[in-house]
């Protein structure tokens, strides 16, 4: 099992950055597939980017491509989210996810969840 703790979220104007990060515990982490999530109130989660194990592949929503980055450490059992040129409709809660499957490909299965982090962005 994994468990996932996110951090890095605040407040940051229209057009700044920030840099959330993943800590999980587990000694499977180097072995999950691991990817970003995003909730504001009254809809449904929705997909931001995911990585694969080895971080070799990643994938992005269309929204984010090109403004959000994710990598990992597996050495340090952590994912970032790096967010660039962020927008007012970025605001939401980010949540960090593993896929419970060793060494699994796509389509992925997220099956951990963190607690999730905030992020506001003001115009």
């Known amino acids: 099992q994994v468990q996932l703790a996110e951090s890095g979220g605040g407040l940051v104007q229209a057009g700044g950055s920030l840099r959330l990060s993943c800590a999980a515990s587990?000694?499977?982490?180097?072995?999950?597939?691991m990817g970003w999530f995003r909730q504001v109130p009254g809809k449904e989660r929705e997909f931001v980017a995911a990585?694969?194990?080895?971080?070799?592949?990643?994938d992005y929503a269309d929204s984010v491509k090109g403004r959000f980055t994710i990598s990992r450490d597996n050495a340090k059992n952590t994912v970032y989210l790096q967010m660039n040129g962020l927008k007012p409709e970025d605001t939401a809660v980010y949540y960090c996810?593993?896929?419970?499957?060793?060494?699994?490909?796509?389509?992925?299965?997220?099956?951990?969840w963190g607690q999730g982090t905030q992020v506001t962005v003001s115009s």
């Open positions: 587990g000694r499977t982490f180097s072995m999950c597939a």
């Open positions: 990585i694969s194990w080895s971080g070799g592949s990643t």
């Open positions: 996810s593993a896929d419970r499957r060793p060494y699994s490909t796509r389509p992925y299965e997220f099956d951990y």
